[in-house]
């Protein structure tokens, strides 16, 4: 079941992401190495969370909680932009532990439905071009989104 967020569900969805994030920050860890690492990324245990609490209080209304047999498994951040008519679909995840499969797919066409319903023309997200976000980048493959646009971030030491 997909359904919209309530404060309640704070504390649950960013446990989630937090413990999703793990494998993330595991490969950003060893591609800046740990003096960069800890200058991005402060408190790897609680950074993703915190970016999730900050949407959920500026924007409830653009969260979606995934509920399994009236437990949260999941959650989709996204944002409208009615001048540019584009939604985008932000911080995702489903419990990594909770070990269900096609949970993303069905947050993902619940956002995809409101972007249409919104009168958005576009769907965009964000993703890593890294190993580690190669099964993000599957499951939006999946989702349907075909336009793609690879960047770089560079960083030097002074």
């Not at 404060?7 to 740990?34: C, H, K, S, V």
Request: glycine letters at 10%; charged letters at 30%; proline letters at 4%.
């Amino acid at each position: 079941m997909i359904r919209e967020y309530r404060p309640e569900d704070l504390t649950r969805i960013m446990d989630i992401a937090n413990r999703a994030w793990q494998g993330i920050y595991d490969m950003f860890l060893a591609a800046y190495g740990a003096e960069l690492f800890a200058v991005l990324v402060p408190d790897r245990d609680r950074a993703k969370g915190e970016q999730i609490q900050s949407h959920c209080n500026s924007h409830p209304h653009w969260v979606y909680i995934c509920e399994e047999a009236g437990r949260i498994v999941g959650f989709v951040t996204f944002r409208l932009d009615g001048e540019r008519r584009i939604g985008e679909i932000g911080n995702n995840a489903v419990d990594p532990d909770c070990g269900l499969k096609g949970k993303g797919q069905e947050m993902y066409r619940a956002v995809l439905q409101r972007f249409r319903d919104e009168g958005m023309r576009f769907a965009k997200v964000h993703t890593g071009m890294d190993p580690a976000h190669g099964p993000a980048r599957r499951a939006y493959e999946w989702a349907g989104f075909d336009i793609r646009h690879e960047d770089v971030d560079y960083y030097m030491k002074l």
